[in-house]
């Protein structure tokens, strides 16, 4: 009873249930990117951080819905692409993030 259980929670089939939580959530994650991005200011780094707030976002969300219609996406070259990208991005973000903080922390006057 394992074999028809199984597949259908495990990260190794591109079409189970597993991937399916995991795109989704990433799909709600990109939509808190969405609303956060406004919340920066208007100096040139929260700018910045705004629209790689608001890129992330839109990629995320996307990425859930084209999952919405076909699960095997994520095995294709299209997805492994997206998903380097996506890590790429998110690397980019934490990097200028630590960087908008220390600047936050050494003039709180401008916060």
Not at 82 to 108: E, G, K, S, T, Y
Request: hydrophobic share 60%; net charge negative.
């Amino acid at each position: 009873e394992t074999a028809t259980i199984l597949p259908a929670f495990t990260m190794a089939n591109p079409g189970s249930f597993a991937w399916a939580l995991e795109m989704y959530g990433w799909g709600g994650i990109g939509l808190s990117f969405i609303l956060m991005a406004f919340t920066f200011d208007k100096s040139r780094m929260g700018t910045l951080l705004k629209a790689l707030f608001l890129i992330n976002g839109c990629c995320s969300v996307a990425s859930a819905l084209i999952t919405s219609f076909d699960m095997t996406w994520l095995f294709t070259s299209a997805g492994l692409s997206a998903l380097v990208i996506w890590n790429l991005l998110v690397l980019i973000i934490d990097i200028f993030l630590l960087r908008w903080f220390a600047l936050q922390q050494a003039h709180p006057e401008t916060a």
